[in-house]
């Protein structure tokens, strides 16, 4: 479930990282580690690397 084959199956996983209190955790913790598959803290790879580039910009 967590590590979908593409985008669109990552709604599964991203609906129990809603639920999730570690979500915002995991999700750091995948930025800073790079982490390159998987959905983590509720964010595909596509999207995790939307935010490095968009905390990037803004830095």
């Known amino acids: 479930m967590f590590y979908p084959e593409d985008d669109d199956e990552a709604e599964v996983?991203?609906?129990?990282?809603?639920?999730?209190?570690?979500?915002?955790?995991?999700?750091?913790?995948?930025?800073?580690?790079?982490?390159?598959?998987?959905?983590?803290?509720?964010?595909t790879e596509r999207e995790r690397r939307r935010i490095i580039r968009q905390r990037r910009r803004t830095a």
């Open 13 to 43: 996983a991203k609906a129990v990282c809603q639920q999730c209190d570690v979500r915002i955790a995991c999700l750091e913790h995948a930025l800073a580690s790079r982490e390159k598959q998987g959905v983590w803290g509720g964010a």
